[in-house]
């Protein structure tokens, strides 16, 4: 099991920010930014350029939705939002993620 999907199983800890029945979002171990949160589907997809099936690229569609979610919640007012596909990409977990960072610390306790 990969360490997302581990997440996901709460097998180890992670700040929660965002959670319903597909998706979760979470504090980044090691931030790049000083907000610096992933958003993944629950369901373990490797990497964006597995995605064939049409209800999985729905499924990665909606991240940004959550993005969305988190924006607003948060009252962010600008972010960076990227996604690495392929290790030799910067993709370190092989587990599909969105990352959100911001400049900006989240005004609102988690
Ligand atoms: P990637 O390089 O794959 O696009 O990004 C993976 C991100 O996951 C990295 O920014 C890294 O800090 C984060 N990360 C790796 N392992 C863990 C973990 O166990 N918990 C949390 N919260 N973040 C992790
Ligand atoms: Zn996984």
């Not at 369901?43 to 939705?65: A, M, N, P």
């Not at 690495?84 to 960072?101: K, M, R, T, Y």
Request: glycine share 2%; net charge neutral.
């Amino acid at each position: 099991m990969c360490v997302f999907c581990k997440i996901v199983d709460k097998q180890i800890p992670a700040e929660i920010v965002y959670e319903d029945d597909k998706y979760l979002a979470f504090k980044d171990i090691n931030p790049k930014a000083p907000t610096h949160i992933l958003i993944i589907p629950k369901k373990h997809i490797e990497s964006f350029h597995l995605v064939k099936d049409k209800d999985d690229k729905k499924l990665v569609k909606w991240l940004l939705d959550i993005a969305w979610e988190i924006i607003d919640q948060q009252n962010l007012p600008g972010c960076q939002l990227h996604m690495n596909s392929w290790s030799d990409h910067g993709q370190e977990v092989p587990h599909i993620h969105l990352h959100l960072l911001s400049k900006d610390k989240t005004s609102i306790k988690w």
